[in-house]
């Protein structure tokens, strides 16, 4: 059949968006650029935000109703491009050109779990092969020296190319800073917003990160001037978002996907992980009591549309592990091993898929490195 642009827009004026309720032709999403050569059709879909939540559900509703009542044979799929009306937030200036992703690990509100969560995720990544960097931004609360075993370390300076830079402690294949290498780990930290947003600068600006595959920011709990800082001074890849499955944890973390979606911090949020989703014994691995509540988590991530990456159960391994500095994520045969190993794998998928909606020129390679022999 011959396929002509009126066509093309008839079937897509079955399609809502669901922000407004209107079809996308009467919302006037769609951009007068449509091309048409042979069976192959292509145009863009106009959102008002480059992160609107919506983006990937219409794409997918668009090409399915132009199959669905033009012909199964038009080649559209992967062919429809998006765009917004806002400008993309300004990136920062390039403070670390050599790392080529920065993920947020943030959560609504403490005890959650989210620096456990950073800590084996970092080493999860690093256990697959790739360069990976983590930041205890925790300034006032920094427990990431614990979880590593690493309390007593002191990083050196060292110059490099006439700056004298802080050099990162390794342990486990990842590279790591905290204010708490810096500090008395028995001594409160009592500063002004002004002073830890400095301290966190100089943690990632006069550090020798080197060249990383994936730099994880572990971030303070709730909405501060520190996640500003953050997007501010850094060009963030996207956000994670740390949760428990009961109400209280959620009502917060609604607050959280929410702060990195505003117009003022505008950063992609990559997926939602429900840490303690249930309670297993180790000696009866196949039983599961769910003690904060069945999958809320799950339903948050599917009510605010964003992906689930993953659900971490309560094992006493995780704690005595914390505690011992050796991160269970180490430990890639236990439960907990392999629920970190397949949160790493898919928090790798949603930055590749961010990585594929960017202009060709932005777009970052990745690839695993094999480890060192010990």
Known sequence: MTLYPKLILEALSKVRYPGSGKNLVEAGMIEDDMRIEGNKVSFSILFEKPNDPFIKSVVKAAETAILTFVSPDVDIKGNIQVKSRQLQRPEPEKLLPQVKNIIAVSSGKGGVGKSTVAANLAVALAQQGYRVGLLDADIFGPSVPKMFGMEEARPMLERIEGRDLIVPEEKYGVKILSIGFF????????????????????????????????????????????????????????????????????????????????????????????????????????????????????????????????????VQSICEGGDNGVPVALNGDSITGQAFREVAERVVQAVDERNRNLDPTERVHVEKKPLPKK
């Open 183 to 314: 500090v008395n780990k028995e001594s409160a930290i009592v500063w002004r917003g002004g002073m830890a947003s400095n301290a966190l600068k100089q943690l990632i600006g006069d550090a020798a990160w080197g060249e990383l595959d994936y730099f994880l920011i572990d971030l303070p709990p709730g909405t501060s001037d520190i996640h500003l800082t953050l997007v501010q001074t850094l060009a963030v890849t996207g956000a994670i978002v740390v949760s428990t499955p009961q109400e209280v944890a959620l009502a917060d973390a609604r607050k959280g996907v929410d702060m990195f979606t505003n117009d003022k911090v505008n950063v992609p949020v990559l997926g939602l992980i429900e840490n303690m989703a249930w309670f297993t014994p180790a000696e009866l691995p196949q039983n599961r009591y769910y003690i904060f509540g069945k999958e809320g988590g799950k339903r948050l991530a599917e009510e605010m549309n964003i992906p689930l990456l993953g659900q971490i159960p309560i």
